[in-house]
């Protein structure tokens, strides 16, 4: 009996060991690879990159900024006779905030945010045509458009560090899109991991589902994070 108390007591001692003994920190600066798929009319899927930082200036409030761009592009050709028209078409869409929010402790490992942020969505689009006649450039024409709108986030999220190395997070968040859709709201749930490898260097996951452009879509990320 003595013995198993023993064990029991080294292995509650070895858990408690790898506990941490501080809450997540909002000082850190990452870029990450992003992928993001929709469904619906509009359906697609695609991958991008994004950076984002965060300062926590003092135990309760942290300013954050955050940006995304997902691009694509196609090209095709068309013979008529002894002349080809080649085209290239290419899309892109930024995502971007900037704001601020509060920190609530819920423990010495886990703390809660309440976030608001002023963002945009940038779409553009630019097109390339060329003329051939004979294999001889003949005429070449550049065209490019763009359109900006505006928005409002509020985002709550809850953090814990499970252990020194491991961080899991759980976040929700509903946001206001000024732009000429039907439905303007934009709202998702996610879930995110972090793995520290040192006290300073990590790897940041994150997995979110919810309504953007009035379309059902999933955005996955993964990024190097540095914490100062």
């Given at each position: 009996?003595?013995?198993?108390?023993?064990?029991?007591?080294?292995?509650?001692?070895?858990?408690?060991?790898?506990?941490?003994?501080?809450?997540?920190?909002?000082?850190?600066?990452?870029?990450?690879?992003?992928?993001?798929?929709?469904?619906?009319?509009?359906?697609?899927?695609?991958?991008?990159?994004?950076?984002?930082?965060?300062?926590?200036?003092?135990?309760?409030?942290?300013?954050?900024?955050?940006?995304?761009?997902?691009?694509?592009?196609?090209?095709?050709?068309?013979?008529y006779n002894n002349a080809r028209l080649e085209v290239?078409?290419?899309?892109?869409?930024?995502?971007?905030?900037?704001?601020?929010?509060?920190?609530?402790?819920?423990?010495?490992?886990?703390?809660?945010?309440?976030?608001?942020?002023?963002?945009?969505?940038?779409?553009?689009?630019?097109?390339?045509?060329?003329?051939?006649?004979?294999?001889?450039?003949s005429e070449s024409e550049r065209y490019s458009e763009s359109s900006t709108e505006n928005s409002l986030k509020a985002e709550v999220k809850l953090r814990s560090n499970i252990t020194t190395s491991l961080e899991l997070s759980g976040s929700a968040y509903y946001e206001y899109l000024n732009a000429d859709l039907d439905n303007k709201s934009q709202y998702g749930l996610g879930v995110g991991a972090q793995y520290n490898f040192t006290p300073r260097f990590a790897l940041a996951t994150d997995l979110s589902f919810g309504k953007l452009l009035d379309e059902s879509t999933t955005q996955f990320s993964v990024g190097a994070r540095y914490h100062f």
């Open positions: 009996m003595l013995f198993k108390k023993s064990v029991l007591a080294l292995a509650l001692l070895g858990c408690a060991a790898v506990q941490a003994d501080t809450a997540p920190s909002y000082r850190y600066v990452q870029g990450s690879v992003e992928h993001i798929s929709q469904s619906g009319d509009e359906s697609f899927s695609d991958t991008g990159f994004g950076a984002k930082a965060a300062w926590q200036f003092n135990n309760n409030w942290f300013i954050a900024t955050e940006w995304q761009r997902f691009t694509d592009s196609e090209s095709y050709a068309e013979v290239t078409e290419s899309l892109s869409f930024d995502r971007y905030y900037v704001g601020g929010g509060y920190i609530m402790p819920i423990n010495d490992q886990t703390n809660l945010s309440i976030a608001g942020y002023f963002g945009g969505y940038r779409l553009g689009a630019k097109s390339t045509f060329r003329v051939f006649v004979d294999n001889q450039l």
